[in-house]
């Protein structure tokens, strides 16, 4: 028997907050990383970003059936951002404001959402050796600008993390 339409309107509502409360956290810092904006300060356009994907993915919830609805609104802002970066183009006082929109856009997806090289590049249409290079060049970008204390000898604060953890440190 099918279930009456009010009640699944409330089991989805349901649901669907139950998500939110549970990753609205990440996944505004994605919005804000992809934006440019300062985490410290409001985020309008992060807001914004998140809004719309979140609308979208609840759109669609009844047909996510068994999909990732994590996945689902990285995503939907990924092709959002993608669709609109030339609002976020410039410096906005942001960890990634001064790289180029496409360049953040990979750069979220790679370190701080973990996807794969090859899952980054066919979501944007791109070959996966452009999305290698782009990724590379915005951490060498992000580490140029980003002072660190000084060490006992001289060599400054990114030396010593290349040698003791992984080969690309992941974007807070």
Do not use: K, N
Request: proline share 6%.
């Amino acid at each position: 028997m099918r279930e009456r339409r009010p009640a699944r309107q409330r089991r989805q509502a349901r649901e669907f907050e139950s998500f939110v409360a549970g990753t609205a956290g990440r996944l505004l810092h994605a919005a804000a990383l992809l934006t440019g904006e300062p985490a410290s300060r409001p985020a309008p356009a992060a807001e914004e970003l998140l809004t719309y994907a979140l609308a979208r993915t609840y759109a669609a919830w009844d047909r996510l059936r068994g999909e990732d609805p994590y996945a689902r609104v990285r995503e939907e802002m990924a092709t959002r951002f993608a669709r609109t970066a030339r609002r976020h183009r410039g410096a906005r006082g942001g960890l990634t404001g001064r790289l180029s929109p496409q360049e953040r856009l990979v750069l979220v997806l790679r370190l701080h959402e973990g996807e794969a090289e090859d899952q980054t590049a066919a979501q944007l249409g791109l070959p996966t050796d452009r999305v290698h290079a782009l990724c590379l060049r915005a951490l060498a970008e992000l580490r140029s600008r980003q002072p660190g204390p000084a060490s006992a000898d001289g060599a400054g604060a990114g030396a010593g993390r290349r040698e003791a953890g992984g080969s690309q440190p992941a974007v807070p």
